[in-house]
């Protein structure tokens, strides 16, 4: 039975104690023409057009099981520090059959929802294939929101009112929110969560007392845990040269770990903190992030994550949190 207060997020570092891992399912749409990829790195990924309409377990079986591994792996590590691992279902064949022409992924529960204090919030995602991703994750959800003291709302669905690629919104996914006590960061870089997106979120959370502040991207960084990660209190890591306003002035006083722009498609900045102490990362930023790390203290858990990055995200993306305090 779940207990009383059971989902809570205090910020991006405080301690994991719950959280949902994602599947790894995708399925390549029939129609590409319009297909975005230019925030991934070159991958299997890039050439949509050659896997129209298929699986990624039938376009590409030895990556895909090494991926179903990948996750395994990121379960087994949660569950040595204590944190309680949940998992979304897999799509049904009707879920898939529904929107063969977008493609569907159940991949990275990151973005169908978010975590914000005692918030749980079903997110607007941008791309068509992506936005039944929360279906797959519902019944987890509400098993764990109706046993708490929780306020459970959903993002307006988005103005199609200009066709399928209408910019009206709002959008707002959760690799664009990062979280830190009361402030609340939403990046913004026209890929993924938008104005209007920003607007709903401070219209739900100011009067709680919470400050959102809209974070400008460059246009080839999906979101905004690509671009930032906070480590613990005091310590981040940082491509500082893709936000076109600057770092928040929040985090001015911050110890910066630098990472060169050319790293986020490669998902270099998106780690997973399981406590102020621990952090976990890809074995392939040993040198550039993990030894830096290391050298301040935290004690850094390696996974090898290649497949899971090709596809465009990693571990923080991979992972939803319900509680963290």
């Given at each position: 039975?779940?207990?009383?207060?059971?989902?809570?997020?205090?910020?991006e570092?405080?301690n994991?104690?719950?959280?949902i891992?994602?599947?790894?399912?995708?399925?390549?749409?029939?129609?590409?023409?319009?297909?975005?990829?230019?925030?991934?790195?070159?991958?299997?990924?890039?050439?949509?057009?050659?896997?129209?309409?298929?699986?990624?377990?039938?376009?590409?079986?030895?990556?895909?099981?090494?991926?179903?591994q990948e996750?395994?792996?990121?379960?087994?590590?949660?569950?040595?520090?204590?944190?309680?691992?949940?998992?979304?279902?897999?799509?049904?064949?009707?879920?898939?059959?529904?929107?063969?022409d977008?493609?569907?992924?159940?991949?990275?529960?990151?973005?169908?929802?978010f975590t914000?204090?005692?918030?749980?919030?079903?997110?607007?995602?941008?791309?068509?294939?992506?936005?039944?991703?929360?279906l797959?994750?519902?019944k987890?959800?509400?098993?764990q929101?109706?046993?708490?003291?929780?306020?459970?709302?959903?993002?307006p669905?988005p103005d199609?009112?200009?066709?399928?690629?209408?910019?009206?919104?709002?959008?707002?996914?959760?690799g664009?929110?990062?979280?830190?006590?009361?402030?609340?960061?939403?990046?913004?870089?026209?890929?993924?969560?938008?104005?209007?997106?920003?607007?709903?979120?401070?219209?739900?959370?100011?009067?709680?007392?919470?400050?959102?502040?809209?974070?400008?991207?460059?246009?080839?960084?999906?979101?905004?845990?690509?671009?930032?990660?906070l480590?613990?209190?005091?310590l981040?890591i940082?491509?500082?040269?893709v936000?076109?306003?600057?770092?928040?002035?929040v985090?001015d006083?911050?110890?910066?770990?630098?990472?060169?722009?050319?790293?986020?498609?490669y998902?270099?900045?998106?780690?997973l903190?399981?406590?102020?102490?621990?952090y976990?990362?890809?074995?392939?930023?040993?040198?550039?992030?993990?030894?830096?790390?290391?050298?301040?203290?935290?004690?850094?858990?390696?996974?090898?994550?290649?497949?899971?990055?090709?596809?465009?995200?990693s571990?923080?993306?991979?992972?939803?949190?319900?509680?963290?305090?």
């Open positions: 039975m779940t207990t009383m207060n059971s989902i809570y997020v205090e910020n570092f405080s994991l104690k719950k959280v891992v994602a599947q790894s399912e995708f399925n390549f749409p029939l129609k590409t023409e319009n297909t975005e990829t230019e925030f991934l790195a070159d991958s299997d990924m890039k050439n949509m057009a050659a896997v129209a309409g298929k699986s990624y377990a039938e376009a590409f079986p030895e990556n895909n099981e090494l991926w179903l996750r395994k792996n990121l379960v087994n590590v949660l569950e040595k520090y204590g944190v309680e691992v949940l998992r979304p279902r897999l799509l049904t064949e009707y879920e898939k059959s529904i929107t063969v977008e493609g569907s992924s159940n991949f990275f529960i990151r973005d169908p929802f914000i204090g005692n918030y749980v919030i079903e997110g607007s995602l941008r791309f068509g294939h992506r936005r039944n991703e929360i797959p994750a519902r987890v959800i509400t098993e929101v109706y046993n708490s003291k929780v306020i459970y709302v959903s993002v669905r199609i009112s200009e066709g399928e690629h209408s910019e009206e919104g709002p959008f707002l996914e959760g664009d929110i990062l979280v830190y006590g009361k402030e609340i960061f939403v990046g913004n870089s026209g890929l993924a969560s938008n104005h209007n997106g920003v607007m709903w979120l401070k219209h739900l959370l100011e009067p709680q007392g919470y400050h959102v502040t809209e974070v400008p991207l460059r246009h080839d960084v999906l979101h905004l845990d690509c671009a930032m990660s480590v613990r209190d005091g981040m940082v491509s500082e040269e936000f076109l306003k600057g770092v928040p002035e985090f006083s911050w110890d910066k770990i630098k990472v060169d722009a050319e790293q986020i498609k998902l270099a900045i998106n780690g903190p399981i406590n102020p102490e621990v976990i990362a890809d074995l392939a930023f040993k040198e550039t992030i993990g030894n830096e790390l290391e050298k301040r203290g935290i004690y850094v858990e390696y996974i090898d994550f290649h497949v899971s990055r090709s596809m465009g995200g571990f923080r993306c991979s992972t939803q949190v319900l509680l963290r305090r």
